[in-house]
């Protein structure tokens, strides 16, 4: 069990790492700290690698007021699934022209709310929604999203819901020039914390086809990839590091277009947030389920409905890191709600030290994406995971 040992210096700054902790000992748990100067290096980060691409985050995996206006005052643009989610950033002061409507599902009067409120870049994978958007967003630009497959080397895969077949893309994208739209690229989502990077050279392959296929036969000159999100995070797993995604992917870039390269678009939310998150916990109970029993249960007063659904089937597997040290015995480890879902992690059995406590503070690292999002409301009447923000 020694790769359940998790140091701080693998995953942190350990100055950071202290401020951290040291905001957070006060406080009572459970909690999220976020510091917004790992998401600022993350973003100069991806600027770098990706010096073409144009940058749209994906509100989704934190929507905090202040990454929001970070972002905002690095210059990013906003990929924005929801009314609720733009009228969060224009009351930001976000220009709509640095905002899209990134998602495929969309009811007909919110298209027209975006219309009216100055958004002219929408996505589609369907004949009725790309009709809806003639309708309601006359004269805007969209792109077509692709099916992608690679779900398996995807922790967090989002296939077969959003997108659609090669032979259909076309298709709308015909359509979407009759109907007095401007036909204007293509988006694909890999899948979140993608592990494979060769997912992006078929995906990038299929877009190519697209391209030339109505170039050729249609006379449709498409301007932009959006390439969606699926850079990873740092988790127990380990991943290639961005520097190498970006080499990789630029590379199948030039192969297929060259000099003629499109507009690149980006989608980031994993991969700016969770490595700037800390989850704050506190164990509540540690048990056994028979005298004999070879492991512990540990409950923690964070679980599944607040913050941590991801690890849903176990996919996302958070470093747990205690200041407890010495032996480790295998544990399962289990949220405080009555519902027997509420179980974060037993298949793959964490090494917890056997002197860890009742009352001992678990930090859950890497959780700056897609937990207090996706905190449930009021589940058994606990609150909605809270976010602090430092730096
Ligand atoms: C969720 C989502 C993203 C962000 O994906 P990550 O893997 O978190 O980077 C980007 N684009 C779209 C359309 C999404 O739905």
Redesign the pocket.
């Known amino acids: 069990m020694q790769e359940d040992i998790i140091r701080v210096e693998d995953y942190y700054n350990p100055e950071i790492f202290s401020e951290i902790k040291e905001f957070s000992d006060s406080k009572e748990t459970p909690f999220v700290v976020i510091d917004r100067r790992i998401i600022n290096d993350h973003y100069s980060d991806l600027v770098e690698n990706f010096p073409f691409a144009k940058i749209y985050y ?1 509100i ?2 934190n929507p905090g007021n202040e990454i929001l206006s970070l972002l905002r005052d690095r210059g990013a643009n906003f ?1 924005v ?1 929801s009314i609720y989610e733009l009228d969060k950033v224009l009351n930001l002061g976000v220009s709509p022209e640095r905002c899209s409507y ?2 495929t599902i969309k009811k007909r009067k919110d298209i027209r709310y975006f219309y009216e409120k100055g958004i002219r870049l929408y ?1 589609s994978d369907s004949e009725a929604d790309l009709r809806n958007i003639a309708q309601e967003a006359p004269g805007s630009k969209v792109y077509v999203r692709l099916l992608t497959e690679g779900s398996h080397t995807a922790d ?1 895969p ?1 296939s077969r819901k ?1 997108g659609c077949q090669t032979d259909m893309a076309v298709n709308l994208m015909v359509l979407a020039k009759e109907l007095g739209l401007i036909p204007y690229g293509v ?1 694909f ?1 890999v899948g ?3 592990r494979d990077i060769g997912a992006w050279d078929a995906a990038i392959d299929k877009v190519k086809a697209i391209f030339d296929w109505l170039r050729d036969e249609c006379d449709i000159k498409l301007k932009m990839i959006n390439m ?4 990873p995070a740092n988790y127990l797993t380990r991943t290639n590091d961005l520097a190498t995604y970006a080499k990789e992917i630029t590379h199948y870039l030039k192969d297929d277009f060259g000099d003629d390269m499109p507009e690149i678009i980006l ?5 700016l947030c969770s490595n700037a998150g800390v989850l704050v916990s506190e164990v509540v109970l540690i048990s056994r389920k028979t005298t004999t029993s070879l492991h512990r249960w540990v409950y923690t007063d964070v679980g599944m409905f607040s913050g941590l659904i991801e690890t849903l089937g176990e996919a996302i597997k958070y470093p747990i890191y205690t200041e407890r040290s010495g032996e480790r015995e295998e544990c399962v480890i289990a949220g405080p709600t009555c519902d027997s879902a509420d179980i974060m992690y037993e298949d793959h059995k964490y090494g917890l030290p056997n002197s860890l406590e009742i009352g001992d503070r678990l930090y859950w690292f890497s959780t700056g ?2 937990t207090t999002s996706y905190s449930a409301v009021e589940f058994n009447g606990f609150p909605p995971l809270k976010q602090y923000v430092i730096g």
């Open positions: 994906a989704k995996a990929d699934a990134g998602n996505v967090w989002l959003f988006s989502h979140s914390q993608q969606g999100g699926g850079f989608e980031p939310g994993r991969s994406a897609y």
